[in-house]
Nanobody, 123 residues
């Protein structure tokens, strides 16, 4: 059974930092590209960052570039998102995604999506 379990979210003030983690199991983590996607209340999902299977290719949305860092530990089956200098507009539920899922099924497809973790940034 595939499992993607996010942790590390919470409430933080503007300018603060959080580190999200995603614990993966049930599939060959080292063979899959991974990404973080977020969704704010009432808004469409927003792609945040991609990392390829070996961690050598990384991409960020412009809105987080320079503030967020994605990384992975294939030996531990872990995906991370270090978030610094957080802003109120970063408030959202953050999802860990295994390559192959689609936005249309992000809330039901547990084979490719975690259940998400809330991040709230207050001023």
């Amino acid at each position: 059974e595939v499992q993607l379990v996010e942790s590390g979210g919470g409430s933080v003030q503007v300018g603060g930092s959080l580190r999200l983690s995603c614990a993966a199991s049930g599939f060959a983590f080292e063979s899959y590209d991974m990404r973080w996607v977020r969704q704010a209340p009432g808004k469409a999902p927003e792609w945040v960052s991609n990392i390829n299977s070996r961690g050598g290719s990384i991409y960020y949305a412009e809105s987080v570039k320079g503030r967020f860092t994605i990384s992975r530990d294939n030996a531990k089956y872990m995906l991370y998102l270090q978030m610094n200098n957080l802003k109120p507009e970063d408030t959202a539920r953050y999802y860990c995604q295994r390559d192959g899922g689609s936005l249309a099924t992000m809330h039901t497809d547990r084979d490719h999506w975690g259940q998400g973790i809330q991040v709230t940034v207050s001023s």
